[in-house]
């Protein structure tokens, strides 16, 4: 299994933002109710595979690519925002990196850099607007 790697802006939002992303304004709409059971005989993504006409597919699936990189961009910034909290030494009930490294899945040396970088995104204010 591969490791994770801490999401960097593109250089497109760096050009135009300085070092923040662009984010969209809202999230592309879900097409179908996320609490339904999933049926594993079943291939529906998003209802992606009944749509016939191949614009309006690439459409949607591109506008569900950046939806979903735009949230894993994010989620990877508040991992690294809880890895600087969870290790950061004016806790009393902080963690090493080790243990953080153990929790998230992570190498010790990932675990520290996450850290470090939580530690750049707090200092700038988080991640929320």
């Given at each position: 299994?591969?490791?994770?790697q801490?999401?960097?802006p ?22 179908f ?6 049926d ?16 309006q597919?690439?459409?949607r ?15 990877s ?7 600087a909290q969870?290790?950061d030494?004016?806790?009393?009930d ?17 675990a ?11 200092a700038?204010g988080?991640?929320?607007?």
């Amino acid at each position: 299994m591969s490791e994770p790697q801490p999401a960097r802006p593109s250089r497109e939002s760096r050009e135009t933002h300085g070092s923040r992303p662009d984010r969209p304004k809202r999230p592309a709409p879900l097409l179908f109710e996320p609490g339904v059971p999933y049926d594993a005989g079943s291939d529906r993504f998003f209802e992606l595979e009944s749509m016939d006409d191949p614009r309006q597919l690439l459409a949607r699936a591109t506008e569900l690519e950046r939806a979903f990189r735009t949230a894993a961009d994010r989620a990877s910034e508040f991992q690294a925002i809880a890895a600087a909290q969870l290790t950061d030494p004016r806790r009393f009930d902080r963690i090493t990196p080790a243990d953080l490294a153990e929790q998230a899945g992570w190498t010790e040396d990932y675990a520290r850099k996450m850290a470090e970088w939580g530690q750049g995104l707090i200092a700038g204010g988080g991640v929320t607007p």
